[in-house]
Structures are given as C-alpha cells and as structure tokens.
C-alpha cells in the first residue's frame, strides 16, 4: 500500500500520463513482485488504477499485520536484562503495536520492569517522600 500510494503521489505531482507510470512502475520492483510483474500477461494492463488493483490483490494478503496493544503487557524484564536492554527492546517492541494509547504504553512498561530493579525502588521512595509531605 506504502509504495503504491508513494508512485501514485509521484507520478501525480509529476503529471506522469498514465502509459508512461505504468512503463516506469517495474523499475521500482525488486524479488518477488518483480517476478510476479514479469508474468503479467502482455497488454492486460490498461491503466496505472489497474496495475495498482492487480498488485494490491496479489501482495495484500502478504502484508505484516500489527499487534494488538495488548501485545505489550506479554514484555517482560528478563533477570539478567538491564533497564536500558529492556527500554530497547520494548520501543523496538512498540513499533509493530497497532496504535497504542499512551496509557497502555505507560501500563505495560511498568508491567514489565522487573519489581526489584532500581527503577521500581526509585519511583517507590519518590512515592513515599510524596506521601510523607
């Protein structure tokens, strides 16, 4: 989708007539879909829509979907894991989430650090000195 929607900007921007995108659209194509655009059939292609269509309805099923949030309270700091490994991990982690609110983010960062680690004890006496004034 990313790479159909980025041609059809450029060849938009670019007043590209229609035959000439579709000539140019295998220049972007590599691997697989290159070798599926070689075995179109020659003139089956009207338009740059259609050729759009047809690669759509060939490679959309491949796509990677995205987790759901709650795929983030299963990250857990190992043992052994420092804070900064664990951060890494879980921003790394956070990327292939489908749109996670701030909140559930925040939850399940806080989920997964391990309870005696020196962020835990850190925000503990920051949460008794508040308590205590």
């Known amino acids: 989708m990313e790479h159909m929607e980025s041609l059809r900007a450029y060849f938009i921007l670019h ?3 229609d035959e000439i995108s579709c000539r140019a659209f295998p220049l972007t194509l590599a ?7 070689a075995r179109l059939p020659i003139e089956s292609v009207d ?5 759009g269509c047809l690669f759509l309805s060939q490679f ?7 987790k759901n949030p709650t ?3 299963s990250l857990i700091q190992g043992k052994d894991e420092s804070l900064k490994d664990f951060i890494v991990k ?3 982690e956070k990327l292939t989430v489908e749109s996670p609110s ?3 983010i925040l939850d399940a960062l806080m989920h997964g650090v391990r309870a005696e680690g020196p962020l835990m004890a850190e925000l503990a006496k920051k ?4 308590t205590l004034r």
Do not use: C, D, H, I
């Open 47 to 51: 338009n740059f829509k259609s050729l």
């Open 15 to 17: 007043e590209t007539p």
């Open 127 to 130: 949460s008794t000195l508040v």
């Open 102 to 104: 701030e909140q559930t």
């Open 90 to 92: 879980f921003n790394k």
């Open 31 to 37: 691997g697989v879909a290159k070798e599926w655009f």
């Open 60 to 66: 959309l099923a491949t796509q990677k979907r995205k």
């Open 71 to 73: 795929y983030l309270l």
